[in-house]
């Protein structure tokens, strides 16, 4: 037997318990792929040492408050079922006004915040806005419809402890349209709503005496949104080429304008109709300095009437950084 053969051999002779610890100061994707090895792996891979390690390390107080009762006997029978289906199909919190779930690649938390749960301008006017139950894919059970309003503003806020530390995170308006809209398209020469991120962090926890005001830190960035082209083929490239072209017309010098840089929807995933536009990013500090809270708002108030906007809220997961792993490796 060669050395290389000698030493796998050896790695096979390793108690369980040593080789699920290993295991688990990878990452979730890892452990999947270290399952098919060997059938010793695989029960180290699939041990709730393992997955307990990946799970948030409050998920069992969060699950506490789910409102389909996740957390009972025999839905899920180890901790990668836990993981697997908060991946797949995230819970529904303090009675549905909130969604928590895991980044299939980091395990980090993902947040949905329901319609309910944001601050919506004039959203307790019925000749405003709508509450309406039950829409094919939505996460929530009720979502709010825009009726008429000119100046559209939603607003979501959320305390970073709620968040995974040290992870960059992503701000979602997830939302649809009615079968009648007006006023939210975006074109060239109208103007585009604008999404506001906003940070504040602190670092508590002092031991001076008296204690010292805990230091803040703010950050913001904005970002101009389109919620609806006014055609399917339109994309930001053609209105930035548009622009260029005027520019070329008149004589002017050609460059890039920060102003056409617009963030345009998807179509996200399970159906539904339900789209989403990146709002922002921002960085959730290391253990420790999760004091705070982040912010996010999407503005509109251009004074052209609108209508027909079905919000089901506002999702803060992170940015994806690998492709998709399986849970049944």
Not at 51 to 68: K, Q, V
Not at 77 to 89: P, T
Not at 188 to 193: E, L, S, V
Not at 258 to 280: N, Q
Request: aromatic share 6%; with cysteine; proline share 6%.
């Amino acid at each position: 037997m060669d050395c290389e053969g000698a030493a796998a051999a050896e790695i096979y002779r390793l108690p369980e318990e040593c080789v699920a610890y290993a295991i688990s100061m990878t990452t979730p994707g890892d452990a999947c792929h270290s399952s098919a090895v060997s059938p010793a792996f695989r029960a180290a891979a699939d041990s709730d040492a393992v997955w307990d390690s990946f799970l948030p390390p409050d998920h069992a107080a969060i699950l506490a408050r789910a409102d389909d009762g996740i957390a009972a006997a025999g839905e899920c029978a180890s901790k990668k079922d836990i993981f697997a289906r908060l991946c797949g199909r995230p819970v529904l919190l303090d009675d549905a006004t909130m969604s928590f779930g895991l980044d299939r690649r980091s395990g980090a938390k993902c947040v949905m915040l329901s319609a309910r749960a944001l601050s919506i301008a004039w959203g307790d006017d019925p000749s405003r806005w709508r509450w309406t139950p039950g829409l094919p894919g939505s996460r929530f059970p009720e979502v709010a419809e825009l009726l008429d309003v000119c100046w559209l503003e939603i607003t979501g806020k959320l305390q970073l402890s709620l968040l995974s530390p040290a992870t960059t995170y992503a701000a979602y308006l997830v939302y649809s349209f009615a079968d009648y809209t007006t006023g939210l398209e975006c074109n060239i020469g109208m103007p585009t709503p604008m999404a506001t991120v906003t940070v504040v962090s602190g670092a508590g926890g002092t031991t001076s005496k008296p204690p010292a005001p805990p230091a803040t830190t703010t950050t913001t960035e904005q970002h101009k949104i389109c919620l609806q082209h006014m055609g399917e083929e339109e994309t930001i490239m053609h209105r930035q080429e548009l622009v260029i072209r005027l520019r070329k017309a008149f004589g002017r010098t050609v460059r890039f304008d920060p102003d056409m840089d617009i963030r345009c929807p998807r179509m996200r995933d399970g159906g539904g109709g339900w789209r989403e536009v990146e709002l922002g990013e921002f960085a959730v500090p290391a253990a420790g300095g999760e004091d705070g809270a982040v912010e996010v708002s999407f503005k509109e108030e251009t004074g052209r009437w609108k209508t027909g906007l079905i919000v089901q809220g506002i999702e803060l997961r992170p940015k994806c950084t690998s492709k998709l792993i399986k849970l049944d490796s």
